[in-house]
């Protein structure tokens, strides 16, 4: 049977607390329960029985890089979303370690211990929600962004073609420009009208829908075709 991993990082920074002059917690979390409560039960109940869907969450801030939901097949879970408390937030946002603990996630269960491809394994998605502000750690996120280039010698084929797409929480002009670094789309996608990167605010039910339907099940459609 094939099986994917969806992952959601989460930036759980001081820049994504709710305030006078943002919701970013708020948003994120409606997000969030859009995500586990609403679409993937209905991506459950029309993928292909030959497809096992996995989702983990992971939360990061300098403070704390935890997974909020480890790796657990999406059918344990469906309809199941605890909101992440506002006073949770704090520390800059870690994004880059983030990143890199989702590349050695992916590099055990497409690899394995032994580095053996699993011939089942379908290539991972990642979807980014952040601000885009205050990017700090170790590795940095341009540093985590260099794993997906051939020439360097830290490079991570999972995340290469791994589909990846961020969210803009309220993010400024710059932030957004950060945050664009991260997507990567097939270009099947980008004709069927798909982008890479999403302010917050263009996102309805329908749309968000949409937009993981096609990140998460058209891989799976092209093993079938």
């Known amino acids: 049977m094939k099986n994917k991993t969806f992952y959601i990082l989460l930036d759980t920074s001081s820049s994504m607390q709710d305030s006078e002059k943002h919701s970013r917690a708020t948003i994120a ?3 969030l329960s859009q995500i586990v409560v609403d679409i993937l039960p209905k991506i459950f109940e029309e993928k ?25 097949n999406i059918e344990s879970l469906l309809g199941n979303w605890v909101d992440i408390d506002n006073n949770i937030f704090g520390g800059d946002a870690s994004t880059g370690e983030a990143i890199k603990i989702a590349i050695d996630d992916m590099n ?7 580095g053996e491809k699993d011939p089942d394994a379908i290539e991972s998605t990642i979807l980014l929600l952040s601000a ?3 990017f700090v750690g170790n590795p940095s996120y341009e540093e985590a962004l260099q794993y997906n280039n051939k020439e360097n010698p830290n490079y991570y084929p999972p995340f290469r ?10 993010a400024d002009e710059k932030g957004k420009e950060e945050l ?28 968000l829908f949409d937009i993981l339907d096609a990140i998460l099940l058209y891989r799976f459609k092209m093993f079938l075709g």
Do not use: H, M
Request: a negative charge; glycine letters at 6%.
């Open 180 to 207: 664009k670094k991260f997507g990567r789309i097939s270009s099947l996608l980008i004709d069927s009208g798909f982008k890479s990167y999403y302010d917050s605010d263009e996102l309805d039910a329908q749309t």
């Open 161 to 170: 073609y791994s589909t990846r797409v961020a969210i803009g929480i309220q």
């Open 29 to 31: 979390n409606k997000l």
């Open 108 to 114: 055990i269960n497409l690899y394995g211990l032994y």
């Open 48 to 72: 292909d029985s030959e497809l096992e869907l996995f989702l983990a969450v992971l939360a990061f801030s300098t403070e704390k890089i935890e997974w909020y939901i480890p790796i657990t």
């Open 132 to 134: 885009g502000e205050s």
